[in-house]
């Protein structure tokens, strides 16, 4: 008996070590789709199995493969057309309510409201098939937390990188005491993010940093909900700006810029910024600069659908003297699109969600297509090309072998029409299937 015992434990201890040796079973996935975009810019692919394992594209077959193993899960995308997953490079996912109800919640909401709404938000975007969105502004961090949540498998949402709270000078367009009582403002600058002089704007920058900022954004015009009649020319000196710049390239984080009026944007270009969002304003010099820069340009043009909504429901919805420059915004809205890419200038797909509504980013592919991009090249901006400026080209932006399994499915042929990108049906996030 003893000895059946200690035979019976060594087996035992045995199958143990065994079983900790053996790796773990892949888990793999096969979806077998009608049409595939592989590659934006390229000749789409006939029917194709895209094999997924462990969250990533393992390969993409010609035709309809059936994997031996009969518990490896097929996707059936038959009658769908597959693209990668899209990239939105200009949200802001806390909120999209608007005008004087938004300065309402400024006060209202607390921070883990704002988280809350932040989730709900990026999952409507995720559900809209945007699988990566760029967050360009959150003051108390929601976005920055959630950001961490879905990276550790906490929860389910985009893949989001934040610029944590959008650095201004003092008095400019992200001054978040504008229009409020004095005794408020330190209340509302809590996120360091106003600036005066380089060194203070340094500053600003590093804090942003330490929060853990993957981005920096600063806006060096005034803007068009901002609380100040200063218009939207340049409302930062050179030398703050390329603090901003520098100071953010030191720490390898990539700069966008809030920029209107043409005096602004040119002063981001010249200072080293790899976006400029909103362009509204241009002049010859600009442009040059623009095209010498090699920088993108993010039109953000669907904010001009937020604007109409929001007047059409509610007259007052805004402040008299922002509502003025919405005015002004909704009728030059497009017209720097149609001149930059004429130039050649590179272009990344960006809403300004929050402004417009989440859950609706794929209405930017139709303003697009309508003010001069040919409907490839506005898909291309929101994969291959928003990839790029993001830094991601490695992880995201085609369904190459090695690359995140981040794609989504249409019904009908977006290179045709692109407003079937409004309606979509699967949504496949870092290999986890996120609708269908």
Known sequence: MPITFSFSRAVASAAVIAALAMPALADTVYVQAGKVLAVPGEAPR????????????????????????????????????????????????????GGIASQLEDVTLSPA?????????????????????RNLGDGDGAVLALRDAINDGQVTGPRILDAGASISASAGHMDGSLGYRDELRDFFNAAGNTCSGADDCRRAVRLQVARGADVIKLATTGGVNSRIGAGLGKQMF?????????????????????????????????????SIEHGTILDPETIDAFVASGAYYVPTLSTVNGYIERLKANPDAY????????????????????????????????????????????????????????????IKAATINAADLLGLTAEIGTLEAGKSADLI??????????????????????GDVAKE
Not at 82 to 93: A, K, T
Not at 239 to 245: H, K, L, N, T
Not at 341 to 370: C, P, Q, W
Not at 418 to 424: A, G, I, S
């Open 238 to 274: 050179e030398d703050e700006a390329r603090a901003i710049v520098e100071t953010a390239k030191l720490f390898g984080k990539k700069v966008s810029a809030h920029a209107h009026g043409a005096d602004g944007i040119r002063l981001a270009l010249l200072a080293g910024v790899d």
């Open 113 to 133: 409201a704002q988280a809350f709404n932040a989730w709900d938000n990026g999952m409507k975007t995720l559900n809209a098939g945007f699988t990566t969105v």
């Open 46 to 97: 006939g029917p194709t199995t895209i094999i997924v394992t462990d969250g990533r594209i393992a390969s993409l077959e010609d035709g309809y493969k059936t994997p031996r193993d009969t518990s490896v899960r097929v996707i059936d995308l038959k009658g769908h057309y597959v693209l990668p997953g899209l990239i939105d490079s200009h949200v802001h996912l806390v909120s999209d309510t």
């Open 409 to 430: 499915a249409v019904k009908g042929d977006p290179l045709k029409d692109v407003k079937v990108l409004k309606q979509v049906d699967f949504v496949m996030v870092r």
């Open 319 to 378: 402040e008299p003297d922002v509502r003025a420059k919405i005015e002004w915004r909704i009728g030059i809205t497009g017209k720097s699109l149609e001149v930059l890419y004429a130039e050649g200038v590179k272009i990344a797909f960006g809403t300004d969600a929050g402004v417009s509504k989440h859950g609706r980013n794929a209405d930017e592919f139709e303003l697009m297509v309508k003010f001069g991009m040919p409907p490839a090249e506005a």
